[in-house]
């Protein structure tokens, strides 16, 4: 499965917004992981009451909260 990249998850949700006034990630963080850190951590990006945040998640992270969005070619 070829997963969203930072950038192009940065552009989904802005596209998303400029669509339907709404943000991705209300309650759930979408896993980048066809990013990588330096160190190996997966970016992870979530909409929360001070914005955007994106944070590092270990690649062998899981949980209820945690999604990966398909890339689009």
Known sequence: ???ETL????????DYFEETGKHL??????LCAGS????GDVPGV???AVGLRV???YPGDA???LR????VS
């Open 25 to 30: 990630d209300l309650h759930n963080w979408t």
């Open 36 to 39: 990588r850190y330096s160190d």
């Open 63 to 65: 949980g209820g909260h």
């Open 55 to 57: 944070y590092g998640c």
């Open 1 to 3: 499965m070829t997963t």
């Open 68 to 71: 990966s969005r398909l890339a």
């Open 46 to 48: 979530h909409w929360g």
């Open 7 to 14: 950038p192009e998850r940065l552009v989904h949700g802005l």
